[in-house]
């Protein structure tokens, strides 16, 4: 595998149903970012971890919980979501202290809340 | 605070013409500015990036852009359109942020059409 992978491509779930999102990057790189893309709306930072650490929380409601237990994995635990979180999830990675800290992105998680 | 405009939702072209996509940006100091092209159902792949090296920077699949500080505009251009380049182009610039990583500032986005 090279580059950002994200798992699964696509999930349907139910209100009250509890699902996790994984991403994990073959880049090296030591800062890993959650996007939320919605229809006719920009790119939305969620997430941030650099040295898996949270550097940034873009006051996203706690039915989502990211968690990132090392450099090259990061997760989006999610449970009682609603329908207008329907959306393409995407991850990234970058390289912090990088001359131009470069975001690569992963191919996205379409989720569907019914 | 950096933004980024991008002056057409949508562009139309014929195969085999030129293509531009139009991108103005704000900042207050120089900018780093990317842009990135989002095919039907995929994720987001770097098309050029401007690090401030070069004004006219030369990406992938034929793609450049040049950056005119004068006219705070970073302006996408490709001389001959080909079908596989219909898709939704984005516009960025990188902010610093406090936590010491870049940020990023997308523009709403730029679907291109290709007709033969």
């Known amino acids: 595998e090279t580059g950002v992978t994200q798992t699964p491509r696509h999930l349907v779930m139910g209100m009250t149903n509890k699902k996790s999102l994984k991403c994990e990057q073959h880049l090296g790189h030591n800062a890993m970012y959650w996007y939320k893309q919605s229809a006719k709306k920009p790119l939305e930072l969620m997430f941030v971890y650099s040295l898996e650490e949270r550097v940034e929380n873009n006051s996203v409601p706690s039915r989502f919980s990211p968690e990132c237990p090392n450099s090259s994995h990061l997760f989006l635990h999610l449970h009682t979501l609603q329908p207008e979180d329907s959306a393409l999830y995407l991850c990234?990675?970058?390289?912090?202290?990088?001359?131009?800290?470069?975001?690569?992105f992963g191919p996205g998680t379409r989720l569907t809340v019914l | 605070a950096q933004s980024v405009t991008q002056l057409d939702s949508h562009v139309s072209v014929s195969e085999g013409t030129p293509v531009l996509l139009r991108c103005n940006y704000s900042?207050?100091?120089?900018?780093?500015l990317f842009w990135y092209v989002q095919h039907p159902n995929k994720g987001l792949q770097l098309l050029l990036k401007y690090t401030s090296a070069a004004t006219l920077v030369k990406g992938i699949n034929g793609f450049e852009a040049e950056f005119k500080k004068s006219e705070t505009s970073f302006h996408l251009t490709k001389p001959s359109a080909h079908m596989s380049d219909a898709a939704e182009y984005f516009c960025v610039v990188s902010d610093m942020e406090t936590g010491g990583y870049n940020k990023l500032i997308f523009g709403a986005g730029t679907r291109l059409a290709v007709h033969p």
């Open positions: 990234a990675s970058s390289q912090r202290g990088a001359e131009l800290d470069t975001q690569y």
């Open positions: 900042s207050s100091y120089s900018p780093s």
